[in-house]
């Protein structure tokens, strides 16, 4: 009744935002991403017959009542699956900034998948482990993979062909992705809430949904031809499409600090300068700069020196989610 997972976040090429079902968390277009080797989630779970309630400890504090409500909310699912009736002890550290906009609910939902699971006794293939994550969050579900994933729109209402897909291992191509953190507290509003202000009040989000088909194809093209040029300009494209949609909601929503900005200018000097270097943003304000392994350490040095950057991690792809043996 107890296990231990760790499960990578991961960054999304194509982004995934809006939703075509609320309740079942259906995601309203496909997306692809890289899970990233050096960010990761590491969870330990173990349910108690003498627990009131599932608790949740995050980075060793009792963790407030919004992500406590969702993690019970997950292993109810779990325990109708398996007939256990006992609550659960859920302990989650994250190596990187909770909230910020690094993805730590994919990471963090597919560690606490494969950790459930295991301690339940629930024998689920990577693809059910897949749907089962994505319940909890849509970018869970291609945590559960490693290397390039692409996450599955589905067409059936149970959701049950909505989840993620390899497209490469982590050894298919070996990229550096540099993750430029700015200072800054956590963003104003989380992912879910601001995919629904964006589905109903941006002028932009219906060309989003039509647009999305075409850069899934020329993303995965892209990757499978290993051709960086064409992989940096599609999801720099795809990244302001998706930040156009927050921007232009009401109330609008900015993720973006003077830093973010920053950054991108930053590369853009790198690239004018001849440097492969691509960036993209998930919702946050910290940059994440796609490049080759030879260039990595030139780029880390001038982002470095962009004020209000705190850190630069250099990271690669990384391996699928999976159980750490106690």
Request: net charge positive.
């Amino acid at each position: 009744m107890r296990a231990t997972a760790i499960a990578h976040t991961n960054l999304a090429l194509v982004k995934y935002w809006g939703k075509r079902n609320k309740e079942l968390n259906l995601p309203a277009v496909g997306s692809i991403s890289v899970t990233l080797k050096d960010l990761f989630t590491q969870t330990t779970i173990c349910f108690k017959k003498e627990l009131r309630q599932d608790v949740l400890y995050l980075n060793g504090s009792i963790a407030d009542a919004s992500p406590q409500k969702r993690v019970s909310h997950f292993l109810d699912v779990v325990r109708r699956k398996t007939g256990i009736n006992a609550y659960a002890e859920v302990k989650s550290r994250n190596n990187f900034p909770t909230a910020s906009g690094l993805a730590s609910s994919a990471s963090g939902f597919a560690a606490l998948a494969v950790a459930a699971c295991r301690a339940a006794n629930l024998d689920l293939n990577p693809t059910e482990l897949s749907v089962l994550a994505r319940q909890a969050s849509g970018s869970a579900a291609r945590s559960i993979f490693g290397g390039f994933v692409e996450m599955q729109v589905g067409n059936r209402k149970d959701g049950s062909d909505a989840h993620a897909t390899p497209v490469t291992d982590e050894k298919f191509w070996p990229l550096h992705i540099l993750v430029a953190i700015t200072s800054g507290p956590e963003k104003e509003m989380g992912s879910t809430d601001a995919m629904t202000l964006t589905a109903w009040s941006s002028p932009f989000f219906r060309k989003w949904l039509e647009t999305s088909h075409q850069d899934l194809a020329d993303m995965r093209f892209a990757i499978l031809q290993r051709n960086l040029e064409k992989v940096g300009e599609i999801a720099e494209h795809n990244c302001f499409k998706m930040h156009a949609l927050t921007m232009t909601s009401r109330p609008a929503l900015l993720y973006w600090n003077g830093t973010t900005v920053n950054i991108m200018l930053a590369i853009r000097r790198l690239r004018r300068q001849g440097i492969p270097v691509y960036f993209s943003i998930d919702a946050g304000s910290h940059v994440m700069a796609i490049c080759t392994p030879e260039a990595s350490q030139k780029i880390r040095h001038v982002l470095e020196q962009v004020d209000g950057v705190s850190r630069v991690l250099i990271t690669s792809p990384g391996p699928a989610a999976h159980i750490v043996e106690n």
